[in-house]
Every structure is written in C-alpha cells, then in structure tokens.
C-alpha cells in the first residue's frame, strides 16, 4: 500500500515522502497516529504541488543571491575610523559594523553572519571580503576603513 508521510516515522522515511509499506502496517499503525495518509490521487497532487512550490522558493532565492552578488561587485563600502598618534587604529572593525554601513550606504541587507571574516579588520586599507549569499552563490564585497 502506497502512503505520504505526515511526520517523520523511524526506519521508513521522512515527512512528505511516499512510500510503500504493508497494509496491516499502515491501517494498524500508521493511519491510527496519523503518522500517515494513503497516497490517492489527491493527496499524491498536493505532495507534487507542494515540492513544485518548494523549487519555485528556491530558485528565486537562489536568483536574488546572485542579483545581490552582482550587486556588491560594484559596491565600496567606506568606513570612516578614528587612530592614535603611531596610526594605528582605535578598536576595530567588525562584520556588523560592515553590515550597517553597508545598509545605510547603499541601502543592501546583508546578515552579519554571512560576511566571511577570520578576524577582525584592525588596519587602515582596502579589503575584499567573501558575503556567502546562498550555499553556492559567494559574492565579493569591498571594504575601505579610512580616516
């Protein structure tokens, strides 16, 4: 008997999948918990409809990563840092800081934790950064700390 799974059943599969198990199984067990429905024609459309849907969400995410990617391409965020005598800076700058101004400079929403930073930026210069915008669109920011 072919059934869509509600929830998540041990050792058969994953919410939303369809699979084919015994029919005492089923009646049993799984339609008693409603760990499960049985896969008619409606229920398989609705399974199709949704997963279509769930790729749809996701190819026009991953087309806004790389909308915002091209976007940062072309972007230089400046930020202004205030130093001691020697030149060397107060503090540092971090990748909210970086996320800020990038927001308020050119008005581009960037959570902080997708700015690739190992530590830091503690000197005045130019960098480019990594923004992981989707698991496989990385787009490139350019960062300016001056006085």
Known sequence: MKVILTQD????????????????????????????????AKAINELKNREASAQFKLESDRAAAKETAAKLESVVVRIAMAHGADGRLYGSVTSKEIAEQLKLQHGIEIDKRKIGMSDPLKAYGSYQLDVKLFPDVVGKLNVVICE
């Not at 050792?11 to 009646?27: D, M």
């Open 9 to 40: 059943v041990k050792a058969q599969g994953k919410k939303g999948e369809l699979i084919n198990v015994s029919e005492g199984y089923a009646r049993n067990y799984l339609f008693p918990k409603k760990l499960a429905v049985e896969a008619d």
